[in-house]
């Protein structure tokens, strides 16, 4: 049984697949199949803000708009096709996609919280000298474009597994549906979060003085949301890529962790004030320790072992 968003959504996602047979509109459907993904569209949302901090403000936008249009291009030309013809010939292949893709999730997330122990600090100079050069820019939206192509890829295998049993031109019209509100929702979100700064500063010079004093508070608050982003984002990446490998262990019956996980933390909430809210951190909390231990193990072969380096 998953945990985080997957569990909290689980009965919402069995009504959805029960009532898709009877649906004919291809909204209603999408919008069902997207429920299960909303973990890593949280995960998405976290992630991508880190990619256009340090930037001036008015490359904020056009770079946002860079990377849209490359997730924009990740789910419908790369990814939709590939997962309609697996869905049509090897839907037995639908799980070892989404592990494969939670184990990258998790070996990039363990990866961040290494390098914030390992990596070499830089100066103030050195950290200037970086944003400024001409190659910054396209080696970090490449860099968040390669990220997406996970996140987007985990996004689409998941609605897809939620309407496999339909037929084939839903199944596409519905993913289509899925890839594009997705990703407006996310890259909207993210330009809000990035530009709240400046809103700020824009209210904080001039009207009256409680506009001023909220246009002050954005500018103080947001370095600290987008810190708290960056970490949110590295969790998220360890939660969601540990629940989706534990539940496919639990699908191949492989070490029985994920349902074990889930009987614990049900026996230890069980008799707790507000025992549904502790079960789902004990099982969240468990999915992103897996998840930690997991990408370590990738991280420390990739980085340990002599001619390996991770990027």
């Given amino acids: 049984m998953p945990s985080g968003l997957f569990a909290l959504l689980d009965d919402v996602a069995t009504i959805a697949k029960v009532a898709a047979a009877s649906i004919d509109d291809i909204g209603a459907a999408a919008s069902k199949a997207g429920v299960k ?3 890593v569209v949280v995960d998405d949302a976290a992630v991508t803000p880190r990619y256009v901090t340090g930037f001036q403000p008015s490359r904020e936008l056009p770079i946002i708009w860079r990377i849209a249009k490359g997730s924009m291009f990740n ?18 292949a639908i799980t070892p996609l989404l592990m494969v893709g939670g184990a990258y999730l998790c070996f990039e997330g363990a990866e961040k919280v290494w390098h914030s122990f390992a990596a070499e600090k830089h100066s103030l100079a050195e950290d200037a000298a970086e944003v400024v050069d001409p190659n910054h820019e396209e080696v970090m939206v490449k ?43 996310v890259y909207g979100a993210v330009g809000l979060i990035v530009k709240m700064d400046d809103i700020g500063l824009h209210m904080a010079k001039e009207g009256n003085s409680a506009r001023k004093a909220i246009g002050r508070g954005l500018v103080s608050f947001m370095p600290k949301l987008l810190a708290a982003l960056a970490l949110i984002g590295t969790a998220a990446m360890l939660w969601v890529g540990g629940q989706i490998v534990l539940h496919g262990l639990d699908e191949y ?9 889930h009987d614990f933390a049900h026996a230890v909430a069980g008799n707790l004030p507000a025992a549904g809210l502790w079960e789902w951190l ?3 909390g468990g999915a992103g320790v897996f998840g930690l231990v997991l990408g370590g193990v990738i991280v420390a072969a990739l980085h340990l072992v002599p001619g390996k380096k991770a990027h």
């Fill in 37 to 39: 993904a909303a973990g």
């Fill in 75 to 92: 789910k419908l030309v790369l990814i939709l096709p590939v997962l309609l013809l697996l869905s049509a010939v090897a839907q037995w």
């Fill in 143 to 185: 860099g968040a474009i390669r990220t997406d192509f996970i996140l987007s890829a985990e996004i689409m295998v998941i609605a897809l597994n939620e309407v496999l049993t339909e037929p084939f031109a839903m199944r596409a019209a519905t993913l289509i549906v899925v890839a594009i509100a997705i990703t407006i929702a």
């Fill in 253 to 261: 019956h492989i070490g029985n962790l994920g349902h074990s996980l």
């Fill in 282 to 284: 004990i099982n969240a």
